[in-house]
């Protein structure tokens, strides 16, 4: 299993990023696609998440900001963030909470993190 981020950077405070995930490898089924983010310091925190059914869930700090979108095809979850602010600055990590075979309980599969930094 491989989850593949891609997007990060460096942006002005206000500024605009895309990130975007593919995850290969086979799964059996997935209960949910995200991300999560990490500062220095502090823990890992969900930022948003998508079910198959199109069901979001975001963190109060990214509403109205970010939006999260999925290709269940593909196996693909994107990322547009929008006005970003400095405390948004953190490693971000593509998340996949599923099973690879019919018997294995839900995993969470993580990918290897891409940095985004928001300058003043």
């Known amino acids: ?35 999560y983010r990490q500062a220095p310091g502090k823990r890992r925190e969900l930022v948003a998440t998508i079910t198959p059914g199109g069901t979001t869930n975001y963190a109060d700090s990214v509403k109205g900001r970010f ?6 095809a593909k196996n693909t979850v994107t990322l547009q963030m929008s006005r970003l602010s400095p405390e948004d600055t953190a490693v971000y990590y593509c998340n996949v909470h599923g099973s690879r075979y019919y018997v294995s309980p839900p995993t969470d599969y993580w990918g290897q993190g891409t940095q985004v930094t928001v300058s003043s």
């Open 1 to 35: 299993v491989q989850l593949q981020a891609s997007g990060g950077g460096l942006v002005q405070a206000g500024g605009s990023l895309r990130l975007s995930c593919a995850a290969s490898g086979g799964f059996f089924s997935i209960n949910s696609m995200g991300w």
């Open 67 to 72: 939006t999260i979108s999925r290709d269940n």
